[in-house]
Structures are given as structure tokens and as C-alpha cells.
């Protein structure tokens, strides 16, 4: 029986949380009471992994402030961040952690007996759940949740949508003649109907499962026995005739299971492809500059790295700095650096990007598109330009260049970083630049909205020669 959680808020502890966001910093008209209301009022599930886009396109605000509206309610306590895995072939959230640094880069889903890469792009969802400090959610103790809301509202994405806008799971439902909570030692029995295809056999809880023919015969077995153990289930048959059948599920496991069948058709895959909704992916929060602002301690464990199919890396330098040290001296030097890395760390910010490091007088900078890191660059020219005018000295002439591509995101010197080849060409891009020059790859100038966002400034296309690559590569100057 699912255990009745009374709604109960730590009054005390949430106005001091939420203290702490009002001041974190300025926030747009009622965003923190928004989220207040959404803590005192929302149902259970509507606190059990929060998506911020949805939250955003819900109650009409913008995606980015929602965003960084849960990361700072994350780093103050109100809300715990998660990161899942989803099953790109039956949207299951396969793992969920609160850390990066308990992400690997590859991972199995027992139900699609598929093995899956981890990419930053795609199925890395990062969700927010209310603190059970604040006020606890029956989600917190998922042991008693029924067996149908384990199956609805836990096991599975809520953001898995099929043929391009139903709910996936909803579609689903007609799929799953059978599913139920088994004790160690029980035995439950499913007598019914089963049609042409395959028959996934799950234990959901312990993440084991495997599949039966369906049909294909003119006759075949009508039952079947079903053994859940540790770390396997087993059936004595290889295959079942379509039609009714008889069933019987035995758990000789120490712990609980869920047992559930879905009966799909042989043509699954193409019937029913699989989407989702828009969420927070991981290459969004890498390019969010409060995530690197607030959770400096996530790492990624895996010595592989986690894989992202497509940034647009952006690389500043300036143009003479030795000589400014030499000429106005080292505090208004450094003085004067600090400004040009103060303004263009808001530039980026207000294009969707985050800064990865800076390398002395350098910048690097990750954006989410081509379009966004090229009107940064625009804005950071006009930015330092009227840096200039303020102090009426020539002393900051900045170099930019930007290139996009596949990468990887890895720890170096205990930090996020990216790695590969791209990360080589936006650098070398950037050596090309000569005073004011902004310098775009052919791979960046080609994406959509760059040329709208470069309006009628004058480009020139040249070809150059860069370092570990064979061939010339086609550059745009602006």
C-alpha cells in the first residue's frame, strides 16, 4: 500500500532558503515568489524532477532565468540537482545521480537490451527535485510509491514523447498487459491476451529483464514460468504463440522487484519513434555560466570523457598586452585586464554562453550555437571599444576567433574543460586574427542565423594554413 505523505514545510528553513536566493541576485518581477508557490502548493509530482524549460514555457518566463532560478535554488539547498540517463529507445530513466562525477559514459537499458553513449546533446537530462529538508515529496521514498505510480511517474521520463507530440509512456499503457510489486519469495500469475512481436520481461526496480518471441508459429506454448532472481530473469520458453496465455512470475531474489510485461510489435521501432520533449540537456548546462559560477566541484570521473556532438568554441586574446604591462605599468595593467575579462564575461553570459578558462589575457568561451557566439563577438569588439573611449587610451585591442564542432568534456586542473580537435582549430582560428579581427571557421560562418547576426558588417573570405591540419581551410574575417 503507498504510504500517505502529509504536506509538511520546514517554514523556518524555507524562508531562510529562500532569503538567500532574493539576494543571490536580481532576479525579474516574482520569480522567487513563483518558485516559493510552486514549493508550498505543487502536487508531489510537480516537485519530482522539475524540468526549468517546462517550468518556463508554464508559467511564461524566461528559459534562461529559469535555468539559473533552480541552480541557485540548488546551491542554497531548497532543491537537489539530478542527472539522468534516458533510454533514447523506451525514454527509462536507466540511472539518476546527483553528482557529474558518478556519470559514465556509457550505459545499458534492460529493457531495450541496448547499449547506449552517454552524449551531452541528446539524453543527459538535468532535473531539480525539492529537498526533503524543505518539505517531503512521496517521490523521496520511491519503496512506497504503488506499483503504478512507480511505473508512471518514476521509472520513465516524462519528457518521452512518440510520433512527435503523444506522451510516450501514455501511448505505451495498451502495451502493458501486466505489472506488479512481487516480494522476495512471491509468486503472482497473468492470464491474458498477447499479440505478434516481442515480450519485454522487466523487473523495473532492479533494472533486469528480457524478451520473448511473440508468434511467428502457427502454435506454440501457452504458458510459461517467469524467475526473477539477482541480477537476471529467466523464462522456460524461448518464444510464445500469440494469443491467450498463462504466465507465472516467481521472484527468488532477496529484494523487491517490479515485474512488468509490454508487449510490443515486431515493427516497434518505426511505429513508435521515439522523441522528447525540450529539457535541460547537459550541453546547455555546460554552457551556462552559474553552473561553472556555483558547482566549481563537478568533475567528470570517467577517463574517457563525455562526449558532446556540437559546440561552438570561441577564443579571445589581446593584442600587445606585454607591452601595455611595460607601458602603463602592472596595476593599471591588471586593473585594465580585469575590466576586459569582467565585460566580456557578461557578454557571453547574456548570449547563452559560459566561460571555460582564462589563459592569462586569453579567454575561452563554449556557446550552444554558432549564431549566439558570433553576436558575442560582435558585442565584445563594440564592448571594449567603448572601454577604450571611457579611458581615452588605445591599450585593449582584442583578437577573436571561433570554430564549432564534435568534442569531449573532461577534467583538467579540477575543472570542466573540453578537449579534441575542435578546441585546437578555434585556438589556431584565433591566431589568425590580427587587431579588432574576428575570424569564423567555414564550419561557423555556414550555420544558420550567423549571417543575419553579422547584418551588413563587411566579411572577407580567405583561405589559410593551420597548424596539424594538411589542407588549407576556408576562413571569413569580420
Not at 133 to 153: G, N, Q, T
Not at 438 to 464: F, M, T
Request: hydrophobic share 40%; net charge negative.
Amino acid at each position: 500500500m503507498q504510504a500517505v505523505l502529509q504536506t509538511k514545510i520546514d517554514e523556518p528553513l524555507l524562508e531562510d532558503m529562500l532569503t538567500n536566493l532574493e539576494k543571490a541576485k536580481t532576479w525579474g518581477p516574482r520569480a522567487v515568489s513563483r518558485l516559493e508557490n510552486l514549493v508550498r502548493t505543487g502536487e508531489d509530482v510537480s516537485l519530482f524532477r522539475v524540468n526549468p524549460l517546462k517550468y518556463a514555457s508554464e508559467r511564461g518566463v524566461p528559459e534562461q532565468e529559469a535555468v539559473e532560478i533552480f541552480l541557485y535554488a540548488a546551491s542554497v539547498g531548497l532543491f537537489d540537482m539530478e542527472w539522468n540517463l534516458l533510454c533514447p529507445g523506451c525514454t527509462s530513466v536507466v540511472e539518476s545521480f546527483a553528482s557529474l562525477n558518478n556519470l559514465d559514459s556509457h550505459f545499458h537499458c534492460h529493457i531495450c537490451n541496448a547499449d547506449n553513449e552517454a552524449s551531452l546533446d541528446d539524453y543527459i537530462q538535468i532535473s531539480f527535485t525539492v529537498s526533503p529538508l524543505v518539505r517531503e515529496i512521496a517521490f523521496h521514498h520511491p519503496e512506497l510509491l504503488s506499483d503504478a505510480d512507480y511505473l508512471m511517474k518514476y521509472h520513465f521520463s516524462r519528457e518521452g514523447r512518440v510520433n512527435g507530440d503523444a506522451n510516450w509512456l501514455e501511448t505505451m499503457v495498451p502495451h502493458v498487459p501486466f505489472f506488479s510489486y512481487l516480494e522476495p519469495g512471491e509468486r503472482k500469475t497473468f492470464s491474458g491476451k498477447i499479440h505478434d512481436g516481442f515480450l519485454v520481461v522487466s523487473d523495473l526496480i532492479n533494472h533486469t529483464g528480457t524478451a520473448l518471441v511473440v508468434g511467428g508459429v502457427e502454435s506454440g506454448p501457452a504458458t510459461g514460468a517467469i524467475i526473477i532472481k539477482p541480477g537476471l530473469v529467466r523464462t522456460d520458453v524461448a518464444g510464445l504463440a500469440s494469443g491467450s496465455v498463462t504466465l507465472t512470475f516467481q521472484n527468488d531474489s532477496p529484494r523487491r522487484s517490479l515485474a512488468a510485461l509490454i508487449n510490443l510489435p515486431a515493427d516497434y521501432k518505426t511505429a513508435y519513434p521515439v522523441s522528447f520533449a525540450p529539457f535541460l540537456s547537459g550541453k546547455r548546462l555546460l554552457n551556462t555560466q552559474a553552473f561553472h559560477d556555483l558547482f566549481r566541484h563537478e568533475v567528470i570521473k570517467s577517463v574517457e570523457g563525455l562526449g558532446i556532438k556540437d559546440v561552438t568554441i570561441l577564443f579571445t586574446d589581446l593584442k600587445g598586452s606585454t607591452a601595455l604591462y611595460e607601458r602603463i605599468g602592472d596595476l593599471k595593467a591588471f586593473s585594465l585586464v580585469r575590466q576586459h575579462f569582467d565585460v566580456l564575461g557578461r557578454v557571453i553570459n547574456e548570449h547563452g554562453g559560459a566561460i571555460v578558462k582564462t589563459i592569462g589575457d586569453a579567454v575561452m568561451g563554449s556557446f550552444m550555437s554558432s549564431s549566439e557566439a558570433v553576436k558575442a563577438a560582435l558585442e565584445m569588439r563594440r564592448a571594449i571599444q567603448d572601454l577604450e573611449q571611457k579611458t581615452g587610451r588605445r591599450d585593449l585591442i582584442i583578437k577573436i576567433g571561433i570554430h564549432r564542432g564534435a568534442s569531449i568534456v573532461v577534467t583538467l586542473n579540477d575543472r570542466l574543460d573540453y578537449f579534441g580537435q575542435t578546441v585546437n582549430v578555434a585556438s589556431r582560428v584565433q591566431n589568425l586574427a590580427n587587431a579588432d579581427e574576428i575570424y569564423l571557421s567555414e564550419e561557423v560562418y555556414n550555420q544558420e542565423g550567423v549571417r543575419s547576426a553579422l547584418g551588413d558588417i563587411p566579411v572577407r573570405e580567405d583561405k589559410a594554413k593551420l597548424k596539424g591540419i594538411m589542407d588549407e581551410v576556408r576562413v571569413y574575417v569580420a
